[in-house]
Structure formats: C-alpha cells, structure tokens
C-alpha cells in the first residue's frame, strides 16, 4: 500500500522557522560572549524547537510557539515599556509565524491542534491588544500647554523692520523666526493652498559639482520683492506676489574637479536698506582676484552683469568661490562702488594655506549700519594646515576691512597687513550671526579646530574659544565676553545655529538674553550683554580615557534647558526584526560608550547625540512675547573611530580612492595628524537607525523657567523606507522652524517631503501639504501686495541627507476673501 500523502506546508514553514532560529541563536551567543545579553540565544533556540516540532507535525509546536510570544512581549515591555516600536520589533516575526501557524494548511496536519490552537490563538490577542495600548500614546511623548505672554513680559524689542518683511535670515538681526503678522491663525490655516510657484531652473547635477549639492535658502521679502540665492550662488528676485522674475544674476562661481569643494549651498542674501548714512564715492578700476588655481569671475566683469555705481540699499551674496558680491536689489547690478570698483571682496585674501574650494561662506553675513560682517567653512577633517576661521567687518558701502578676529590670535583686531596671514587652522564660524546695534555687539558662533575629533597640541586661545559663543565689539571687534559649550570638544559638536537674541522676564526683571541651540542639545540661555547664564548651568562629570596624545575635560557644561537624550541602552537597539536587533546589540556592546562625551577610540566609540545634532544650522524659532521657544530636536547615534596615520600622506579612511587630479578634500583624513577618523550613522544591516524611534521631534518650552511644556513624536518615514507607507515614527529634520503671531508653527525641514504647521501652544499639527521635493530650508512669511500674508517654502533637496532634488519656491496663501 503507498504511504499517505505529507502535506507540505508544516515541513516548509518548520524549515524556514529552524534556519531563523539557528541564525538568531547564533548572533545570540555572540552577543552574549560580547558581555550583551543572553535571551536573544535563548529565544533562538526556542524557534528552532519550534521548527523541529513542525517538521514533525506535531501540535507542540503550537503551544511551544503561544509560549514564546507571551516571553517575547513580557521581555520587550520589561526592556522598553508600553513603546509600540521597540515593542514591534521583538514581536513582528512571532506574531507573523503565530498567524501563519493558525493556517488550515499548517494547522490541520498536526495531530490533537485543538488545545494548542486556543493557547495560541489568545497569546496572538494578548499580544495585539498591548500592541494597540502601546500604539495609543508613545512613552515619550510630553503634553502640555505653553503659557500665554505674561502681563509683565517685556515688549519685543523695537525693530526697523515692517511688520509684513522679512529682511534677514531670521527675519532681523536678532535671528528669532518670528513674524508679527497674524492673518494665518490656527483655526484657519487648514485652508492654506498653493498661490504660486515658481523654478529656479537651478537643480543638482551640473558636470563637474560635488558629490553634496545643498538648498537651505531662506528668502528675504523686502518692499514688494523676494530675494534669494541657489546653491551655485544664482541671485534672484521675484515679485512676491506673483512669484513672476524680476532680476537674476549668476555670480558664474569656479566649479569643476579642480575644486576642492566640500558641498555647495547658500543659505541666503543680506540685506542693508537705503538710507542709513551717506554713501561712499565709488573707487575706480576694477580688482583682479588671485585665480587660485583657476579664473575666477570679477562681479563687475562677469558675463551678463550691469553695474551701478551708486547703489544706496544693497544685497550681499557670498560665493563658493570665497568672494562677497554687493549687487543692488532693484535691478541685480553689481554695486561698483562696493571693492574698489569690482563689486566685491576677496574672501582669500591674508588666507593661509589657499585652496580652491577649502575656504568659503555658506551663510549670509551680518549687515549693521556701518558694516558688512562675513566668517566662513573650512574643509572638516582634511589636514592640520587649513584656513583661518577670521571673521572679518567690512565697510558697508567701500568693502575696505575695518577690523578683524581671529580666535587663534583674538587680541590683534586691527586690519590685516597686506602680506600676512590669518592664524592657519583657527576655529571658523560656519553658520550665521546674530547682532545688537544697541548694545554694540556681535554674536558668533564657533567651530572647532580641524581635525575635531583629536585635540592634542590645542593653543591656549583654541582651548578658550572652540565650540563657544563670542560676543564681540561692533565697532573695533574685540572680544567682550566668550561662552564656551563643550570643552576640548572632540566629537563635532560645533556651535551650529545662530544665536537668537530675546528679551525675558525673569522674576520680574528684563534681561536682554541670548538663546544658543547646540548639536549636544543644550539651549543655553546668557545674558547677552555679560554671557553669564540666566538659566543655570551645571559641569557635569564626563568620560575620560582620550586617544594617546590627547586628553579629555574632566567635566562639560549642562543647561537648565536641555533636550539631551538619555544614555543609550542595549535594550535601546532597535531593527525591523530580532536578527539585525541582535546585531544592532552586538554592535553596541563592541563600541566604548560610557555616556554622552565618550572620547573618539581606536576600537571606535558610540556618539550619542551624534554630531548631526540634536539641533543642526536650522537652529530654533522663539516668540519674544509670549517667550517660548518651538525646537525640533533630533536623536541620532554616531560612531566615531579613531585610524593610526603611518605617515602625513598616505589616504587611510578614502578606500585608497585618490579624488580626481589629486585633488582633495579628502575628508576625514586628517593629515599630519595622528590618526585618521572614520565616522557615520550607527544603522542596522537594512540600513536603518540601530536606536528605536523615534529620532525626531517638534517640542515647546518656557524660556523664562527653562520647562520643556510639550514634546511630539514629528514626521512620517514616507520617503525614507522602500514601502512609502505614512507611518509617524518621528524621523529627524534638517532645516530650521517659523514661529507667527498668529500661534501657528512651520516647519518643512523633516526627511519626508511636507510642509507642517503645528498649534504653537499644544505642538498639535494642524495642517500639512505634499512637497516636490525635500524641503531643507526655513521657512518665512511676508505681507504680499493687497495685504494678503504668504507662506513662503523652498523645496530642493539636500545631498548628504539624501531627500528628493528639486528646485522649488513655493508660495501659500489662504483663499482670496479668507482673512
């Protein structure tokens, strides 16, 4: 007689479920031999009995199976709480096998199922319904209200900028993306819709560009015009009521693979209005610039450019290729009278160490009355010779240099000789400033010394000035006060944002401060005519044991207002299943990490916050009356690992790729260094964050008593995950907030393509619309003609971060008649 026929489908499923569980098994042991824990092992072997009991049909499988999915949810609440995420992936494969197992093919081959079947079948609905409790609310979710202005709040300092402008970056020289207009509130800003659009015709790819090509403009809205650049420093002006092209001029910037251009972005123009003294007669001839490798364009001379000689406002634009060009905002011409009659500055001039591309200015510099104030990039981890970070004042209408500071020798401020150098590898100010005509101060933010993440040999004034916020003297530029965030900074974790500059009520005294976001996630709160701290600061312990020939500060600052994510876990690994979870486990315990400040190693160390940011250039939005803060602060781990150089030359972290005709940067190399560094995000072998979501927030906080009122999970992994599912994990941003009057909130800087708006007060998200393309810029707002208020966003992608290109500026508005 022949044998009855075996229905297939337990053998299958058992094999799949042994090969599953001898690989997690595996990883397990070697997580446990790593000093991690041990259940991952144990729960492998468990599906491998599994398998084993399916491939003999037997119904313990089912049992067996209930078990081990009740064991899986009892140690993921243990290790990460009633947190749907983390939760997920500890279950996703159990709970999937659970229902594949229920399967009348799987099921009815095994003999007496019937028991097993409803011990199954009810660990399944346990397991969904905490699964559903935990997907209610995420444990880290904080919910409040932030206070109205209080009756005894001072009024917002008195500006010369009309309500319905925006004529800085940050709208004024304050820096607070703040708008007074209130037309768009939060009970109507649900009908907001597209007013108009308009291309730049600027997009990424030109022959010859960097591998990062970035667009972070905020445009300026001044007297019925927009104003804004492209990352290959293209000006343009629109109407901006109409979005229709007024002007453009093309600064026609060296970029070929003779650069050694680190990434080309602009994050905007600078505006000085007419009128604010008498201008200066115009010098005569044109300057030649050094070509430094190559031609560059003279702003006067360059192909297409019309010239005007008595410009009286004036726009600044700086270029990749290291030079400031005054143009004039009603026609786009070149402003003669500004550089000795070519319309600009030379940004390498009295440099050190020049390469083409290894020293230039990504942000607008701060104009005053008198003054047009400009820092710039150098090249991140290519050599111990770089650039000097020299912030140089320039006159307003001339461009003769007034005065200059150099962190690495801060005490000599007067005008550069002709034939000498800046301080070779100073700490530069790469982001944007903040200024106090009142007072007579200027606000900078600082980098760190090339390379960053190894400080031996630091000069006392580098030790004293790295990673700070500087206030110094408008009119001579010398140093007033130094606030210093990181000691011995060795993680990258420059002072990325621009200072914003608030006046509080504290306990019934107005104090004009100054609010300074941080990578490490610290909103420091000083006095910003002192830089003593409103809001305490503590040194807090940090860990030592730096690399051989490096040491590490004992202790670094901490504020009173800090979103500094707790220390990372094991438990707080994360993947989209148990397997790359155990090797996010395994990685973790083979990284040194004892907190946050772990020194770079050269077994590699975790960095947490990572050195994107908990805030990056985007920096925060603060309401002056109501004094608030809007923050979008992100979580991201790093890793940092430290590569002995054999010698001053050879290419040790670059895979032994020489860039094209030898021509760096070849970033993180650090030669003459030491050591080389090798860093990048800590991801899953899927690609993903090896720390559970989420990894990006919108929160609210009290500045007067440093309080964190309301923090929410922000943004969808719609573009990040190969499946475009909206699913709201909280992913990070990079681009900055806009805070109105009206109580509304804006933000499109997240990895997926949205513009948001959120109730200022609650964090609540109000309104959203699909974007082009990445929106990694700020936003602004402006009065248009007929006194309609627009919502101004720019969408065109970010190269390191990998959002869709584009070349967008898009205009919203409520509907005609819906004020």
């Not at 000006?235 to 901006?240: G, N, Y």
């Amino acid at each position: 007689m022949a044998e009855p026929h075996r229905p297939l489908a337990p053998t299958l499923l058992g094999a799949l479920v042994v090969l599953f569980g001898l690989a997690l098994a595996g990883l397990g042991i070697a997580l446990g031999l790593a000093g991690g824990s041990w259940p991952p092992a144990l729960f492998g072997l468990a599906f491998v009995a599994v398998g084993a009991l399916l491939v003999r049909r037997s119904a313990a499988a089912l049992g067996l199976h209930a078990a081990l999915l009740l064991v899986l949810l009892a140690w993921g609440v243990w290790e990460a709480g009633l947190s749907w995420w983390p939760l997920a992936a500890r279950l996703d494969v159990a709970f999937v096998l659970g229902l594949l197992l229920l399967l009348p093919a799987v099921r009815a081959p095994l003999a007496g199922a019937r028991g097993a079947t409803l011990a199954l079948s009810g660990a399944l609905a346990v397991a969904a319904l905490v699964a559903i409790a935990a997907g209610v609310r995420d444990p880290q979710d904080v919910a409040g209200d932030l206070p109205v202005a209080a009756a005894s709040a001072p009024p917002p300092a008195a500006s010369a900028v009309p309500d319905g402008e925006w004529q800085a970056y940050g709208r004024t020289a304050y820096g607070q993306r703040y708008s007074p207009l209130t037309q768009v509130t939060t009970a109507n800003v649900g009908r907001l819709q597209v007013a108009w659009t308009y291309r730049t015709g600027d997009l990424r790819g030109r022959a010859g560009d960097p591998v990062e090509t970035t667009d972070e403009v905020t445009p300026l809205a001044i007297g019925g015009k927009l104003f804004l650049c492209t990352p290959h420093q293209v000006a343009i002006a629109l109407d901006a009521a109409t979005g229709r092209e007024l002007w453009r001029y093309d600064a026609h910037v060296q970029i070929d693979d003779k650069l050694a251009l680190q990434h080309l972005t602009c994050r905007g123009l600078s505006y000085r209005p007419p009128g604010a003294r008498p201008a200066a007669a115009p010098a005569s001839g044109p300057t030649p610039l050094p070509p430094l490798g190559g031609p560059r364009a003279v702003a006067a001379t360059s192909p297409g450019a019309k010239t005007r000689a008595d410009c009286d406002a004036k726009l600044f634009l700086p270029t990749a290729d290291a030079r400031l060009i005054a143009l004039d905002p009603d026609s786009g011409a070149v402003c003669t009278s500004f550089g000795g009659g070519s319309g600009q500055v030379d940004l390498y001039a009295n440099m050190p160490n020049p390469l083409p591309g290894s020293y230039y200015s990504t942000s607008p510099p701060v104009v005053t009355r008198d003054l047009v104030i400009v820092g710039g990039t150098v090249l991140d981890n290519h050599s111990v010779k770089e650039e000097s970070g020299a912030i140089r004042a320039y006159d307003v209408d001339t461009g003769a240099l007034v005065w200059n500071w150099d962190a690495g020798n801060p005490d000599a401020t007067a005008p550069i000789d002709a034939g000498a150098t800046y301080v070779a590898n100073s700490p530069n100010s790469w982001s944007i400033s903040s200024a106090d005509e009142a007072l007579g101060l200027l606000y900078v933010p600082l980098g760190n010394q090339p390379p960053d993440q190894f400080g031996g040999g630091r000069s006392d004034a580098v030790e004293r000035h790295s990673s700070s916020v500087v206030a110094l003297d408008l009119k001579t530029g010398r140093e007033r006060w130094v606030f210093q965030t990181v000691h011995h900074d060795l993680w990258d974790y420059d002072v990325p944002a621009q200072p914003t500059l608030v006046d509080l009520d504290i306990g019934g005294q107005a104090i004009p401060a100054l609010v300074q976001p941080t990578k490490q996630g610290e909103l420091f709160v000083l006095d910003r005519r002192t830089g003593q701290p409103v809001l305490p600061v503590t040194e807090r312990p940090a860990p030592g044991g730096a690399a051989q020939g490096d040491h590490s500060a004992p202790t670094q600052p901490r504020s009173g207002l800090s979103f500094d994510p707790p220390p990372l876990r094991e438990a707080d690994m994360w993947g989209g299943t148990l397997i790359d979870q155990t090797l996010c486990r395994i990685a973790y315990r083979r990284l040194r990490y004892g907190g946050r400040f772990t020194p770079p190693s050269t077994q590699g160390s975790l960095v947490y916050p990572g050195n994107f940011g908990v805030f990056n250039w985007g920096g925060v939005a603060v309401d002056p009356r109501r004094q608030v803060v809007f923050a979008t602060p992100d979580t991201l781990a790093f890793t940092s690992r430290l590569v002995p150089r054999p010698n001053a030359t050879a290419l040790v972290v670059q895979d032994g790729h020489q860039p094209p005709h030898g021509v760096l940067p070849a970033l993180n190399e650090n030669f003459g260094a030491p050591y080389a560094a090798k860093m990048g995000a800590l991801l899953s072998p899927l690609g993903i964050p090896c720390q559970a979501p989420p990894w990006g927030y919108v929160a609210g906080a009290d500045l007067r008593t440093g309080r964190v009122v309301w923090m929410h999970r922000n943004g969808t992994v719609r573009d990040l995950s190969p499946v475009p599912l909206p699913l709201k994990m909280g992913v990070p941003d990079l681009g900055g907030p806009m805070i109105t009057a009206g109580g509304v909130a804006f933000l499109t800087g997240t990895m997926d393509d949205y513009v948001r708006a959120y109730d200022l007060t609650s964090g609540r998200e109000l309104w959203k619309d699909r974007l082009p393309a990445g929106g990694q810029a700020t936003p602004m707002t402006y009065l248009a003609a007929g006194g309609r208020q627009m919502l101004l966003v720019v969408a065109g992608g970010h190269g390191s971060t990998g959002t869709k290109p584009g070349d967008y500026v898009i205009a919203y508005a409520l509907p005609p008649g819906d004020r």
